[in-house]
């Protein structure tokens, strides 16, 4: 089985400059989620989708951050204006269910490290 | 309020000893999942276990053990004869059923020497 891809897997942008991620699941997983993780710390929630919708994007930050998933699939993560706070490694993870499956819980992506100067 | 406390940041063993790695847990959910996590330095999250709260079973996977205790809200990691390979970050990860979120620690860096 496939993993879940992300793409690029490093970007280095000025600040104020715009980026975006990009997410493919696994095949039938119906759950995508978009974590941001700070150096030092643990990964961070931003947004979540279940098949196109979103179920909880509480902790993103909506004047900047933007992501969708059109077709219940693929997902993308976008970023304008970029800030040097938002330098993180940005991973996207699928689940068959919101509780993870019962084997391998959540699945993770490699992630796309951003750097901002 | 949801959280997972790691108050190991870092830990260095030399290869063969064993190691417990230690996580906290809060929620007020009465159903809940717990999760523990390893990232070597490639950077991907690689899934190690997930329990349930009705399950308080220890686990044991080849040299990998969990020890679940809902009485201290803890659910505690040991690698037993620990290799260099092992040298990565672990976060442990708490999901309850009132929310979407799944809430992770701020892992653990363990260092096996060889």
């Known amino acids: 089985e496939a993993g879940v891809a992300q793409s690029p897997r490093y970007k280095i942008i000025e600040k104020r400059q715009s980026v975006a991620f990009w997410c493919n699941p696994i095949?039938?997983?119906?759950?995508l989620y978009w974590y941001q993780q700070i150096l030092g710390q643990g990964p961070k929630l931003l947004i979540q989708?279940?098949?196109?919708?979103?179920?909880?994007d509480s902790q993103l930050p909506k004047d900047r951050f933007s992501a969708e998933r059109l077709k219940g699939v693929d997902s993308t993560l976008k970023i304008q204006p970029a800030k040097l706070e938002d330098s993180a490694v940005y991973l996207c993870?699928?689940?068959?269910?919101?509780?993870?499956?019962?084997?391998?819980?959540?699945?993770f992506g490699s992630g796309t490290r951003l750097t901002v100067v | 309020a949801q959280k997972v406390t790691q108050a190991q940041t870092e830990i260095s063993v030399v290869e063969k000893e064993d190691v417990t790695l230690d996580c906290v847990y809060e929620?007020?959910?009465?159903?809940?999942?717990l999760f523990w996590y390893k990232q070597p330095p490639s950077g991907e999250l690689v899934f190690l276990i997930r329990?349930?709260?009705?399950?308080?079973q220890n686990e044991i996977s080849g040299r990998y053990s969990w020890n679940f205790q809902k009485s201290t809200s803890s659910f505690n990691f040991t690698i037993t004869a620990s290799q260099v390979v092992d040298s990565a970050v672990y976060f442990c990860?708490?999901?309850?059923?009132?929310?979407?979120?799944?809430?992770f620690g701020s892992g653990t860096r363990l260092l096996v020497r060889p």
């Open positions: 990860a708490l999901r309850g059923d009132s929310s979407y979120k799944l809430i």
């Open positions: 095949s039938g997983h119906a759950t």
């Open positions: 989708f279940q098949n196109n919708g979103v179920v909880d």
């Open positions: 993870a699928s689940s068959f269910t919101p509780t993870g499956h019962f084997n391998y819980g959540y699945t």
């Open positions: 929620t007020r959910d009465t159903t809940y999942y």
């Open positions: 329990r349930n709260s009705f399950d308080e």
